[in-house]
């Protein structure tokens, strides 16, 4: 056991309503609070904190992300634009932002959970852009249930990093067609 295992342990209200008593006066909080607070004031006082730093808020609201991103991954394919002649089925939970704890204010901030689908730090407007881009257009993939995690990854990474669409010469879509029509019959 530490010397400050004693803080660590401790409720964090409690410790918020004991520092405030002492910004008001000092003497009205034990010697061992009054030592400790005075340490913190120092460290305050002679490192500020960084401005880029993430504050609390944003790491929540990053692991939202996150949770969106991996939603679109297992569910994306539920919304999918595959029938042009009449509109899809519904199904709930629907993919937007307010299931994830996610508001449309935060569609202009930037997160780093664009990394995880390998678009770098992105705004969130771009982030889900890219999934409806990669998960819901015409073609729709369900594949986060197999179990050889390098087959997941490699298909997410191929999937992710070209929004789910390559483009085909006129030559190789000949190709293609020859070959449906010759399965068609």
């Known amino acids: ?7 660590g342990n401790q409720e964090l209200e409690a410790i918020e309503n004991l520092y405030q008593s002492y910004l008001e006066d000092p003497e009205s909080v034990d010697k061992s609070w009054q030592q400790f607070f005075s340490g913190f004031e120092l460290a305050r006082k002679h490192y500020p904190e960084k401005p880029g730093l993430v504050k609390q808020d944003n ?10 991103i991996h939603g679109y991954r297992q569910r ?23 299931n994830f704890g996610l508001e449309q204010k935060d569609l202009e901030t930037t997160f780093q959970a664009g ?11 771009d982030i889900v852009a890219h999934l409806e881009d990669t998960y819901c257009r015409s073609v729709g993939v369900e594949y986060v249930y197999m179990r050889k995690p390098e ?9 992710e990093s070209t929004k789910n669409s390559e483009s085909y010469s006129v030559e190789k879509r000949k190709h293609f067609f020859y070959h449906l029509k010759l399965a068609v019959g």
């Open 1 to 7: 056991m530490d010397k400050f295992s004693s803080v």
């Open 59 to 68: 790491i929540d609201k990053e692991f939202a992300i996150l949770n969106l």
């Open 76 to 98: 994306g394919h539920l919304f999918t634009k595959t029938n042009p002649v009449r509109s899809r089925r519904k199904y709930t939970p629907t993919l937007t932002l307010e």
């Open 115 to 125: 990394n995880e689908i390998g678009i770098g730090p992105a705004k969130l407007k």
């Open 151 to 159: 087959v997941v990854q490699w298909l997410r990474e191929r999937m």
